[in-house]
């Protein structure tokens, strides 16, 4: 029993870690674009890669 009363709060934490993670992103914008990531892989355009 003891053992399920620092496991249950240990994971709430952990939820709610990874709920922030997934908010931060959205406000971030990193899933704004899908459809140009998606036709930028198929295009035979050579680029010096990341600046």
């Known amino acids: 029993m003891n053992i399920f009363l620092m496991l249950a709060p240990m994971s709430i934490f952990l939820a709610l ?3 922030g993670a997934f908010w ?7 899933y704004e674009d899908p459809q140009g990531d998606a036709a930028r892989i198929l295009t035979t355009d050579q680029d010096d890669g990341p600046l």
């Not at 931060?24 to 990193?30: A, C, E, L, P, V």
Request: no cysteine; hydrophobic share 40%; proline share 0%.
């Open 17 to 19: 870690v990874g709920l």
């Open 24 to 30: 931060w992103t959205m406000r971030s914008g990193q």
